[in-house]
């Protein structure tokens, strides 16, 4: 194959990669009431001292850490730390548990070890299918933490096991995108909410300087 038709099947290529981004995309726009509640109930929750625990596999794993370091850092403008963790990226647990558990437990044990009542436990998953994410959602039922989850197309397993989910209608690349466009603007919701709450004063001080201090 010549250059010219290399380029030209490249150029198609990933012309059809971006066209595939749109689906996910309108997918997204259908389901904005529910990740902007969603970004409203997280402030809430984090604000009232409770937690954010998230989990993926691979590039999913990326991309729950991404949400978690919006929050424990910033998204746009500066607020208080928030407590978030991204349960794929204790390193030494996980392995420890993966040796001593089997991998479909390395997420179940540490919700157990983590969750309290009140809590979130996000998951992420293109397929919907990861059998350590169905644990970890078994093991947060039992500890009145509430699940959501990110997926591709549904119906999936995850999806139906969690509370409450964002299952969008696309090709695994382009849900996968999708999502970290999902969790900004959850980010989004979660700001303005913490702004709202940090122009109601309790003995003297804003709901964020009273996040601040947990």
Do not use: K
């Amino acid at each position: 194959m010549d250059t010219v038709a290399l380029d030209t099947e490249s150029a198609d290529v990933v012309r059809r990669h971006l066209d595939n981004v749109l689906p996910a995309l309108e997918s997204l726009r259908a389901q904005s009431g529910r990740l902007a509640a969603w970004g409203v109930d997280l402030a809430q929750r984090l604000l009232s001292g409770q937690r954010l625990l998230a989990a993926g596999n691979g590039g999913s794993a990326a991309e729950a850490q991404h949400l978690t370091a919006e929050l424990v850092g910033r998204f746009d403008g500066e607020r208080a730390p928030f407590s978030a963790i991204s349960l794929h990226a204790e390193t030494s647990a996980l392995t420890a548990l993966a040796n001593d558990y089997g991998f479909e437990q390395v997420f179940a044990r540490q919700v157990r070890a983590h969750g309290r009542t009140g809590d979130v436990l996000l998951l992420l998953s293109t397929s919907g299918q990861s059998p350590n994410l169905l644990r970890a959602v078994e093991a947060a039922a039992g500890l009145n933490v509430t699940t959501w989850a990110l997926t591709g197309p549904g119906p999936n397993p995850l999806a139906n096991a969690c509370d409450e989910a964002v299952m969008l209608d696309a090709l695994n690349a382009n849900a996968q995108e999708g999502h970290l466009i999902a969790l900004h603007a959850i980010c989004r919701a979660f700001d303005l909410e913490v702004r709202r709450r940090s122009s109601g004063i309790q003995d003297g001080r804003t709901d964020v300087e009273w996040g601040a201090e947990r």
